[in-house]
Each structure stands twice: as structure tokens, then as C-alpha cells.
């Protein structure tokens, strides 16, 4: 099953941030966004693969996303 997920990238690897996405890639996670300002990844990944993303080097986390819905104001 494909999760989406949230990579935090590990303080001394914020400066390669680049470089753990494109490892991300290798393992198998279709990256859509690379917070640099916060050490975040954000994307696509198959659960069989959280632990082979969790190993790279770099990575501190790997979790699923979660959508966060906002009800619709009286106004609206």
C-alpha cells in the first residue's frame, strides 16, 4: 500500500538536503517537495519501503501523513 509520508531530515544533513532527497528516490519514494527552511520531505511512499528510507543517511523520521480537513466557516 502507498502511504503518503513526511521525512525529517536530521539537523547536520540540512545543508544536503538535496542529496537525502534524491537517495529517497533511489529507495523507492516519488518526492513532491523538499522543505529546506524546516529539514522536511514530503511525498509518496510504499510501506514495504519505510524501512529502507528509514536507513538512509540523513533521515531522523519517517511517518504518514495525515490530512488535515478545515469545516467550511457559516459564510461560506
Known sequence: MTDEVVVT?????LDHIDTVARRLR??????????ELVGVITGVLE???FDAARAVPGVAAVERGETVR???GENQ
Open 9 to 13: 531530515v536530521n539537523e547536520e544533513w
Open 26 to 35: 533511489r529507495v523507492g519514494m516519488r518526492v513532491d517537495r523538499v522543505l
Open 47 to 49: 510501506r514495504e519501503h
Open 70 to 72: 478545515i469545516p467550511r
